[in-house]
């Protein structure tokens, strides 16, 4: 091949091969590989899950047992659910959103984050509610913010494991609020803005402009306590939920996270957080006073790894993950961790038997005042 040719093929290759490496499938990361957290098996033979009052980490899989309490077990009261949509005209804090045409490209002068082309757009977010049938109206509930909520109609597992897990005595009657996002994903979409925003910005949406309308369209009072309050979600959800009960402790206490984007995600730049969600680990955690909030997380074995252009070194979810583990073990926080091996980003698989585990860890300790 020619010199010329060469240089003409150059940056189609080269763009072949980010590709390339961007839709690779991830490689199967070792539990006992260098720099993993110390994991205790479960074998499945005496427990599937770990116990739901103790903290550390803990090794699951490579099987899965669906939980009974995903199931509509007879004679357990139902919730019932409602939905109602909010548009994004009639908000202020995320009015108007944003969305990009392509993913963008590394900025040559920040390794560390990405030139991306945005515009403005209008969107109408739906909110599902749970209430379960227990709960008395007038009354202060406890509630969990769950997001990635759906877009049409409800799905109805974590409804029947609330159902079971309340009946059982096992989760306080809580209500569940499932909040779409605003479309898109990562940097330059409504979604990445929200979740992945290293701020307290999210949270005070949901706060002055979603649980209002909560409580208006379901006749439902939610309680005040942080420590009643919970977060959980998944992926840039997951990241979400911690960045709400860390920016504002004052209104979240509980998170639960599977997948969890502790990495850099963050767009635009900001230089108060350089690294974005990968922060969290690298310093934000370590060097602030400990915080009064406890957190569930879980990780595939095959979960993300440097799933886009950048190559900042800050881009592996299962490396997030361990050091969030690890530096919250170190600085004395109630967390409890799953590595479920055979699982990928989502632990879909995994979360089949563990989620009304995580929801009760989650919950542990939980008195309404």
């Known amino acids: ?21 961007a839709s690779a499938a991830p490689p199967t990361r070792k539990f006992d590989a260098t720099g993993a957290p110390t994991f205790i098996r479960l074998d499945g033979k005496s427990a599937i899950n770990p116990a739901p009052d103790v903290d550390g980490d803990f090794l699951i899989g490579p099987e899965y047992t669906p939980a009974p309490e995903g199931e509509i077990i007879e ?72 997001h990635d909520g759906p877009k049409g109609r409800p799905n109805m597992t974590l409804p029947r494991i609330l159902d079971n897990l309340i009946a059982q005595k096992r989760a306080p009657a ?20 929200e979740y992945d925003t290293m701020s307290g910005l999210f949270a005070q949406y949901i ?20 420590d009643g309050r919970a977060t959980m979600g998944s992926s840039s959800g997951g990241s979400a939920a ?3 009960a860390w920016y504002r402790t004052d209104l979240y206490h509980r998170v639960l996270t599977t997948s969890g984007t502790f990495v850099n995600q963050q767009w635009p730049f900001n230089p108060k957080t ?61 967390y409890q961790y799953l590595f479920c091996q055979n699982s990928g980003h ?15 860890w989650v919950w542990n300790g939980y008195s309404p005042k």
């Open 75 to 146: 004679g357990v009261p139902q919730g019932k659910i409602q939905q109602f949509t909010m548009n994004s005209k009639e908000g202020k804090l995320f009015n108007p959103g944003i969305a990009r045409e392509v993913f963008g490209k590394v900025d040559p002068d920040n390794p560390k984050t990405l030139i991306v082309e945005t515009h403005e757009i209008d969107y109408t977010r739906q909110i599902t509610v749970y209430i379960p049938a227990q709960y008395i109206a007038g009354t202060e509930a406890p509630f969990m913010v769950c």
């Open 1 to 21: 091949m020619s010199n010329q040719r060469i240089s003409v093929l150059a940056p189609f290759l080269v763009c072949f091969f980010i590709l390339e490496i």
């Open 274 to 334: 350089p690294d974005g969600a990968w922060g969290f680990h690298n310093k934000l955690i370590s060097e602030s006073p400990k915080k009064p909030i406890r957190v569930f997380m879980a990780i595939g074995d095959r979960d993300n790894y440097n799933p886009n252009v950048m190559r900042d070194g800050m881009h592996d979810w299962v490396e997030a993950n361990h050091r969030m583990a690890k530096v919250l073990k170190a600085k004395g926080y109630h």
């Open 346 to 360: 989502g632990v879909r698989n995994a979360k089949a038997q563990f989620l009304p585990h995580a929801i009760e």
């Open 174 to 193: 809580m209500i569940a609020i499932m909040i779409a996002n605003g479309g898109g994903d990562a940097q330059g979409h409504e979604r990445g803005k």
């Open 242 to 244: 911690l960045i709400m």
């Open 207 to 226: 706060e002055t402009e979603v649980l209002p309308q909560v409580e208006k369209h379901c006749q439902v009072k939610l309680t005040h306590d942080p």
